[in-house]
């Protein structure tokens, strides 16, 4: 079992930063693709990005793509997602997850974290 506890989010301005933390219990970084997501009000949950520690690659939206990076502390087992140059049109639930398999698909992805909201104000 895994499990992800997400932390970090709140309200900040347009073009201001934060920065997401998901903190993991078990050998996830070594067993598991981990990434982040998003869910805006009205809208299906989407990918952010995606992380295959082992082999060394990452995935991002378009959407945020420059902007936001993906990084771990192992010897925190803590995931973060560092988000710069925030719009309005980041407004969302921000969820962690993980999986054995992988790819941007939803369906793909096990486990999740309960979402953490954050708000861009224009």
């Known amino acids: 079992q895994v499990q992800l506890v997400e932390s970090g989010g709140g309200l900040v301005q347009a073009g201001g930063s934060l920065r997401l933390s998901c903190a993991a219990s078990?050998?996830?970084?070594?067993?598991?693709?981990m990434g982040w997501f998003r869910q805006a009000p009205g809208k299906e949950r989407e990918f952010v990005a995606i992380k295959n520690w082992s082999a060394r690659i990452t995935t991002y939206a378009d959407s945020v793509k420059g902007r936001f990076t993906i990084s771990r502390d192992n010897a925190k087992n803590t995931m973060y997602l560092q988000m710069n140059s925030l719009k309005p049109e980041d407004t969302a639930v921000y969820y962690c997850?993980?999986?054995?398999?992988?790819?941007?698909?939803?369906?793909?992805?096990?486990?999740w974290g309960q979402g953490t909201q954050v708000t861009v104000s224009s």
């Open positions: 997850a993980a999986t054995g398999l992988w790819g941007t698909n939803v369906a793909l992805w096990d486990y």
């Open positions: 078990g050998r996830t970084f070594s067993s598991y693709r």
